[in-house]
């Protein structure tokens, strides 16, 4: 079973900086893609970016130039660097991975979400 924990949201003002943090647990074989995926209220949950095993990445457009993904594959972290933060980007921040369990199934999980609030 795999947990995934989510640090680092909170508010901040237009224009500042913020950086989650999600860390991944439990017994597994490995983690494969990971990712954060963003909620609004009255909207869909949507792709912010995705970071490959390999580092290769993808950002939603409205977060590119703005917005950096990285992970750590030796504590199975991933992090996400905003910047230039705007009021849109206001949302509950949710941490995602695939991960191939230890009976080799591959799994999607989640955390529990983190609140981002973008406001003067």
């Known amino acids: 079973q795999v947990q995934l924990v989510e640090s680092g949201g909170g508010l901040v003002q237009p224009g500042g900086s913020l950086r989650l943090s999600c860390a991944a647990s439990g017994s597994f074989f490995k983690v494969n893609d990971m990712g954060w995926y963003r909620q609004a209220p009255g909207k869909e949950r949507e792709l912010v970016a995705r970071?490959?095993?390999?580092?290769?990445?993808d950002y939603a457009d409205s977060v590119k130039g703005r917005f950096t993904i990285s992970r750590d594959n030796a504590k199975n972290t991933v992090s996400l660097q905003m910047n230039s933060l705007k009021p849109e980007d206001t949302a509950v921040y949710y941490c995602?991975?695939?991960?191939?369990?230890?009976?080799?199934?591959?799994?999607?999980?989640w955390g529990q979400g983190t609140q981002v609030t973008v406001s003067s």
């Open positions: 970071i490959t095993s390999g580092s290769s990445t």
């Open positions: 995602n991975a695939d991960v191939t369990t230890t009976r080799l199934f591959v799994v999607t999980s």
